[in-house]
């Protein structure tokens, strides 16, 4: 099953998805997204743990 993660769990009106086979490589797109959309500079432990408790398994 894959992982995915949808951007307007974490709050906001943004509508990108994003879809990977494993957690890790979910959490390298969400950054790259974050990054680029959403002037995130980085991801902190705390931002981490935040994000994979809204991962769904799709
Ligand atoms: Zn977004």
Do not use: P
Not at 5 to 17: A, L, Q, T
């Amino acid at each position: 099953m894959a992982k995915t993660f949808y951007c307007k769990d974490f709050g906001g009106s943004c509508n990108w998805k994003g879809r990977a086979e494993t957690v890790e490589e979910l959490l390298k797109k969400i950054s790259k997204h974050g990054a680029i959309k959403h002037n995130m500079k980085g991801m902190t432990e705390v931002m981490k743990s935040k994000i994979i408790s809204v991962i769904r398994e799709q």
